[in-house]
């Protein structure tokens, strides 16, 4: 192929990228421009997450600092909660929890008892321990069939512990003897728990399943 030949290819190509250009360069731009949005959308917004997650944190730590010291919100942490539970659950059902102490620290049990109640999404890991809370306050209100009805769960020892009490202060000392027969199942020998179960098995005319391990 001759110099002008290779020459003239050279041109034609050059003039096809031009007009290719012209035809195409804007939507080039604009899509190199969407994907720049688009990264820099998607970094705005991890940020802000964070942020966000930062800060609903910090209101948690202050709120819990404040109720450890036994200052209750007028009220009775409404706000708190449904503030911290919008954006975290978890936080949120920590927050119920501490109040909760707090109200009963300050001798207000049945605020306790309401903000437990009133607890409407609790964190998944955490509901057993609302219910467990709740039950045992319950039952010091003299309300250990309403307790009952938080106490289902067979494989939690806590909860068999608490509906054992609840029987208990029905009358029902086979039900409760059951109960923690139950829940001793389900602790450790070493556990300064079992022992705490084994006394309330005995006080309620059971006997332990190991008369070894209360010696």
């Known amino acids: 192929m001759a110099i002008d030949d290779l020459l003239v290819d050279e041109h034609e190509q050059s003039e096809r990228v031009r007009n290719w250009l012209q035809h195409n360069g804007i939507g080039i ?7 720049l949005g688009a990264i820099y959308g998607w970094q705005w917004w991890k940020a802000s997450q964070l942020q966000q997650r930062m800060a609903v944190s910090e209101s948690y730590s202050q709120s819990a600092d404040a109720l450890a010291q036994g200052h209750i919100p ?98 029902n000392l086979t039900a409760a003897q059951d109960a923690y027969r139950k829940a001793l199942g389900l602790v450790d020998v070493g556990d300064p728990q079992h022992r705490m179960i084994t006394l309330k098995l005995i006080e309620a005319g059971g006997t332990p399943p190991h008369s070894e391990d209360t010696r």
């Open 29 to 35: 731009v604009a899509g190199i421009a969407l994907g």
């Open 74 to 171: 007028a009220d009775n942490g409404k706000a708190l909660i449904s503030g911290l539970d919008k954006n975290s659950p978890t936080l949120g059902t920590l927050a119920a929890l501490e109040l909760a102490r707090a109200q009963v620290d300050a001798g207000k049990r049945d605020d306790a008892i309401k903000t437990l109640r009133d607890l409407r999404t609790p964190d998944p890991d955490l509901a057993p321990i609302v219910q467990q809370r709740l039950a045992r306050l319950l039952i010091d209100a003299g309300k250990p069939n309403d307790a009952l009805a938080l106490l289902k769960d067979e494989h939690d020892p806590a909860m068999l512990d608490t509906r054992g009490d609840a029987q208990f202060a029905l009358g």
